[in-house]
T-cell receptor, first 114, second 113 residues
Framework: DTEVTQTPKHLVMGMTNKKSLKCEQH?????MYWYKQKAKKPPELMFV???????INESVPSRFSPECPNSSLLNLHLHALQPEDSALYLC?????????????FGPGTRLTVL | QQPVQSPQAVILREGEDAVINCSSS?????VHWYRQKHGEAPVFLMI?????EQKGHEKISASFNEKKQQSSLYLTASQLSYSGTYFC??????????????FGSGTRLQVQP
């Protein structure tokens, strides 16, 4: 299985809602990532988990809260988001940290904040 | 610092060739190349680690110059399926003290019949 899955595919939420994005991989990868991608822009790194521990938080606002319950799962909890947070949220995984390993991306969750 | 990609966009006819460049003011640890089709996830193409390295196959290949400050992606005899946005990614030392993959601004490639 060489696939990263993400749910839901689409999410519309209000600024007062609490929602979660889910990501799963069964490739035995020990590094997992959350990226945010705006239209016609490159993916921007948000968080990196390495061996289930948060190793990088790229100055992301606290309204985004990551969680790595186990080596196969990665969640992104959303609370009190702003309309400018609307974007495609991509999850990725790699064998180890990103330095010289390819990243496998999931299809993304397209988030709209009203 | 985000790597600089050029050109921003290119339109080709089937069978034509294209070159996409990715450069940095500092020597890079590695260069990754990804392609993203509209509405889809980025897909890994290749990684170059060594100065002077060339990798890939006849149709899609890449090079990494000796100083490791520039990489080029070569698309030969383009096909319709090559259309998409191409990103180079470089591993940079972040403010957190960790190294992480940072993507260039992307090159939108459109291959027309």
């Amino acid at each position: 299985d060489t696939e990263v899955t993400q749910t839901p595919k689409h999410l519309v939420m209000g600024m007062t809602n609490k929602k979660s994005l889910k990501c799963e991989q069964h490739m035995g990868h020990r590094a997992m990532y959350w990226y945010k991608q705006k239209a016609k822009k490159p993916p921007e790194l948000m968080f990196v988990y390495s061996y289930e521990k948060l190793s990088i938080n790229e100055s992301v606002p606290s309204r985004f809260s990551p969680e790595c319950p186990n080596s196969s799962l990665l969640n992104l909890h959303l609370h009190a988001l702003q309309p400018e947070d609307s974007a495609l949220y991509l999850c990725a995984s790699s064998q180890e940290r990103a330095d010289n390993n390819e990243q496998f991306f999931g299809p993304g969750t397209r988030l709209t904040v009203l | 610092q985000q790597p600089v990609q050029s050109p921003q966009a290119v339109i080709l006819r089937e069978g034509e060739d294209a070159v996409i460049n990715c450069s940095s003011s500092k020597a890079l640890y590695s260069v990754h190349w990804y392609r993203q089709k509209h509405g889809e996830a980025p897909v890994f193409l290749m990684i170059l680690l060594k100065g002077g390295e060339q990798k890939g196959h006849e149709k899609i290949s890449a090079s990494f110059n000796e100083k490791k400050q520039q990489s080029s992606l070569y698309l030969t005899a383009s096909q319709l399926s090559y259309s998409g946005t191409y990103f180079c990614g470089t591993v940079l030392l972040m403010d957190t003290g960790r190294r992480a993959l940072t993507f260039g601004s992307g090159t939108r490639l459109q291959v027309q019949p």
